[in-house]
């Protein structure tokens, strides 16, 4: 393991590599306790730089030889690098043999074991925990893999590629030797050897030509797998048909792995997944759970082209490939929803993660540019900030120079690049230089300061009725956080009168006819917007569709926010204006000592959305759910979570008796009658039908009523599908119901032998509202539960990661939550340091709260800092959080 103080890397100090890797031939002879690695690299020397010794990456290895051209030559360890003499040939062979020990691997990264069988994952550094390498994206080499094994527990050999040869060995021992064409960096690399079937399914792209499709999982999961299959074809079709990228490989392969650190990777040609992102049926996962296969399979893919035919030149243009990725998967999400109103929710979604986890990061301690400038541990850096913003720093270019723009910029950047590992400067250039006269290109400079300023700009807006003229001035001005420059902000705006009509928008030297909604770009501090033609007071709507990632300060009134939530023609800033009033309401209630009585109006408004005939269920279930606690923090300074939580479910309360008769008619209007699919036009109503559920329940509890958890109760054991089994049981659980033991019981004899439902199992019960402490005193039950274990990062992220963002669970008063938050990140470090360090994030807030919150988190914080052994990974985050 990595421990202690590691030196911090820094951008500005990249070099070329003194070395390059042209071909790497490797031989496993693959076993759980001892894997041999037998390498030998075809290397040339960077003949643009000045002789120096080759250096190696290579980590918890055991070295047995090293040759070059044959010979057996000195090495010397140095800082953690296999140093070798700079050989007297520009070009030559190395030799190296190795062992490494794969089942004693509990960080899951390098080759190691997950259930019987072996995998790697090699993104970012974990290439150099198989054999020595310069294990750095620059540095590309064509690979041809033979895998050696014993066949009965290992009948299926994976690598990259084609497979080449396969056959018999003696000892029940068998062998694949498998071949990539494409020259790749290392972390593209991989290999499975394991006891595994596939769903296949060959295709045919445009150009004519036929491809394998295969999807590996255990046995007795092919069922499992369909629509993970289908979601690959749809990323196949859609990628070819908007960016005209078509598939590469003759074979394209999926193998989905119990124990893995993250969602997914996109080794060339074959991908390794989290089953939680592979294995769905209707009776086992909710439609959530395969609306996340769609988007995951589909990032994965795209990678195929952003990620592996143009890689990264170092890490930190990790937003390069991860940033155009997730806007690419967004854009497929949304396309493949097949209505306006259903873009519009997806859109929520991912504002509202960006909006809860981002501007989080970027207002905490881990605040860093989606091009950071320096780190100590890479993997700390796969971030919100890197993935989420990224995505919306390409999102302002695609609104720039629009659809035809963008992809026209997509050409220019694979006719440059193709084949390179490449900078995030590189990726503005082609876009910028293919959109000539766009405000991307006349302003690129201001624009490239998104990848090199952290924080969240804010914007303030305010707008001026002159009657007499008939014209209305916006006044729009940016605040960048301290020592930064203002920053491209592509405003989206529309006017509405009063009465919900939307306004012309004509500026003031413009002629000709105006549409209703426009792009009002800003490259200054301040801009100064005149509307002219208007007849009446207009309310605007800005940040249509959330055209910037900024916090809006725009001072509407209530009145104003009502009238954008009964008419704004964007469904995002009507949903908007639903947060908004939900918001202003919940920050007085926790800053009022006495409980507040929600206000008639609202109650109505909300009343008016949930029974609106044209508005899509799906669509209303987001704009009755009020702002998360984690949402609502960062809205606040010296936060009181108890006192959040306790304003929140307060209002709930509310909600839940003034609007009973309503949530009861949403519950019977809603049901799904016909069969399960997981398309909007279903998911959307039994997302409403649940809130509507969840909220009956909770009024119960007022009332005495015991129908509704006997309805809830009853869809527990009846539901046919995991949506609405797991919405049952939600609205049991959330509510404190006493029905929820029995319903938690039968879940678990139900599902005991799902662990991905049993994840839900444990994520419901630590995810729960903290009530009288029994939230806090059931996650510690449950840590002592047999089928909890820090093993499976699925597990601990579902009992532990759930727990350390449940605020009122976790923010106690007697500091008990910080005492086992610290207990608990020394002992994921010790078996998993980048799931601890993960972990270990929950605290970053810590000085946004209150005193005494405050103090008692500093002191958990600095025990942690004060252990004796800390990987680098978790010192990273802990040193940065107490700095
Ligand atoms: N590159 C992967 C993705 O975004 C994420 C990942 C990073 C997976 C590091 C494993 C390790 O799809
Ligand atoms: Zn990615």
């Known amino acids: 393991m990595r421990e202690g103080a590691s030196p911090l890397i820094q951008r500005s100090d990249y070099q070329a590599p003194a070395y390059w890797i042209r071909t790497a031939d490797l031989t496993f002879d693959l076993d759980g306790a001892k894997t041999i690695v037998a390498s030998k690299l075809q290397i040339e020397r960077n003949t643009d730089l000045p002789v120096q010794a080759l250096r190696l990456h290579g980590e918890d290895l055991n070295l047995l030889r090293v040759l070059i051209d044959g010979q057996s030559v000195s090495f010397r360890h140095e800082d953690g690098l296999l140093v070798l003499d700079a050989p007297e040939a520009n070009s030559f062979v190395l030799e190296i043999r190795n062992t490494i020990a794969p089942e004693k691997n509990t960080q899951l990264s390098g080759l190691y074991a997950s259930g019987s069988g072996l995998f790697t994952q090699c993104e970012a550094e974990g290439f150099r925990r198989i054999t020595y390498f310069l294990d750095r994206p620059d540095v590309m080499a064509v690979y041809s893999v033979t895998l050696r094994a014993d066949k009965k527990k290992f009948p299926v050999l994976l690598s990259n590629g084609n497979l080449v040869e396969q056959g018999d060995l003696d000892a029940g021992r068998h062998y694949a030797k498998w071949s990539d064409p494409f020259p790749k960096p290392s972390y593209l690399f991989a290999v499975v050897a394991a006891d595994l079937v596939a769903r296949e399914q060959w295709v045919r792209t445009r150009s004519g030509k036929d491809h394998l499709l295969q999807i590996f999982v255990k046995r007795g999961d092919l069922e499992k797998t369909e629509h993970a299959m289908n979601s690959l074809i749809a990323s196949i079709v859609w990628d070819e048909a908007r960016f005209k990228l078509p598939l590469d490989l003759e074979r394209f392969m999926i193998v989905a792995v119990d124990d893995f650190n993250m969602g997914a990777m996109e080794n060339k040609g074959l991908n390794l997944f989290n089953t939680k992102y592979v294995l769905a049926t209707p009776a086992t996962a909710t439609d959530a759970d395969f609306d996340g296969?769609?988007?995951?399979?589909?990032?994965?893919?795209?990678?195929?082209?952003?990620?592996?035919?143009i890689t990264c030149r170092d890490w930190f243009q990790l937003s390069l490939k991860e940033g155009l990725t997730v806007f690419r998967d967004q854009e497929f999400s949304r396309d493949m929803t097949g209505s306006a109103s259903a873009r519009a929710v997806c859109r929520?979604?991912?504002?509202?993660?960006?909006?809860?986890?981002q501007f989080a990061e970027d207002a905490g301690p881990m605040a860093h540019p989606v091009r950071p400038e320096a780190y100590q541990a890479i993997d700390n850096f796969y971030t919100a900030t890197v993935y989420e913003k990224g995505a919306e720093v390409v999102r302002m270019m695609h609104t720039l120079v629009g659809r035809e723009g963008f992809a026209a910029g997509m050409a220019l950047y694979f006719q440059r690049h193709d084949g390179q590992a490449v900078t995030c400067d590189d990726f503005a250039q082609a876009m910028a230089d293919a959109n000539p006269s766009s405000h991307l290109a006349t302003s690129l400079d201001v624009f490239k300061r998104w990848y090199a300023q952290a924080g969240t700009p804010r914007?303030?807006?305010?707008?001026?009725?002159?009657?007499?003229?008939?014209?209305?001035?916006?006044?729009?001005?940016?605040?960048?956080?301290?020592?930064?420059?203002?920053?491209?902000?592509?405003?989206?705006?529309?006017?509405?009168?009063?009465?919900?009509?939307?306004?012309?928008?004509?500026?003031?030297?413009?002629?000709g006819a105006a549409g209703t909604e426009r792009v009002l770009v800003m490259t200054r501090a301040e801009h100064r917007f005149t509307f002219t033609g208007l007849t009446?007071?207009?309310?605007?709507?800005?940040?249509?569709?959330?055209?910037?990632?900024?916090?809006?300060?725009?001072?509407?009134?209530?009145?104003?926010?009502?009238v954008l939530l009964a008419h704004d023609t964007d469904a995002f800033n009507r949903w908007e204006a639903s947060q908004r009033l939900a918001t202003s309401r919940l920050l007085a209630a926790a800053a009022s000592s006495q409980p507040t009585a929600v206000d008639a109006a609202y109650v109505q408004a909300l009343r008016s959305v949930l029974r609106h005939p044209d508005l899509d269920p799906a669509f209303k279930d987001l704009a009755l759910t009020l702002p998360s606690a984690r949402f609502l923090m960062e809205a606040m300074e010296g936060v009181d979570p108890q006192a959040l939580h306790a304003a929140r479910e307060h209002l709930l309360d509310q909600l839940a008796e003034q609007l009973h008769e309503d949530w009861a008619w949403a519950w019977t209007a809603h049901q799904v009658r016909e069969g399960y699919s997981p398309v909007p036009a279903q998911s959307g109503r039994r997302a409403l039908a649940n809130l509507a559920l969840a909220m009956l329940v909770r009024d119960a509890r007022r009332s005495g009523d015991t129908v509704w958890p006997g309805r809830a109760y009853q869809r527990c054991k009846d539901a046919t599908n995991m949506t609405d089994r797991l919405g049952a049981l939600t609205a049991l659980v959330y509510a404190h119901a006493e029905l929820a033991e029995p319903a938690l019981q039968r879940f678990h004899a139900q599902f005991q032998h799902d662990p991905l439902v049993l994840d839900k199992w444990f994520m419901l019960q630590a995810g729960a509202p903290e009530r009288d402490g029994k939230v806090f005193a059931r996650v510690r039950q449950l840590l002592q539960h047999p089928d909890f274990t820090l093993n499976n990062p699925n597990r601990a992220r579902a009992l532990l990661f759930t727990w350390d963002t449940n605020p009122a669970a976790f923010h106690r008063s007697d500091a008990a939550g910080y005492v086992l938050w610290a207990e608990k990140v020394l002992e994921m470090d010790s078996v998993n340091p980048q799931l601890a360090s993960r972990f270990a994030r929950g605290l970053d807030r810590w000085r946004n709260l209150a005193e005494t919150y405050r103090n008692a988190a500093r002191e958990a914080i600095s025990r942690v800092a004060a252990a004796p052994k800390l990987s680098s990974d978790a010192r990273e985050i802990i040193d940065r959080a107490l700095q």
């Open 293 to 309: 296969i769609e988007s995951v399979v589909a990032h994965e893919y795209f990678h195929n082209w952003t990620g592996n035919r």
């Open 348 to 357: 929520i979604g991912d504002v509202r993660r960006l909006r809860e986890v």
């Open 459 to 511: 914007l303030t807006a305010r707008g001026e009725f002159n009657a007499e003229a008939g014209s209305y001035t916006l006044t729009l001005r940016q605040h960048s956080t301290p020592g930064a420059a203002p920053q491209l902000l592509p405003v989206s705006v529309a006017l509405f009168g009063r009465d919900g009509s939307a306004q012309p928008l004509q500026l003031a030297h413009e002629s």
């Open 536 to 562: 009446g007071e207009v309310v605007p709507s800005l940040l249509r569709d959330f055209s910037a990632p900024v916090v809006l300060d725009d001072g509407l009134s209530d009145a104003d926010l009502l």
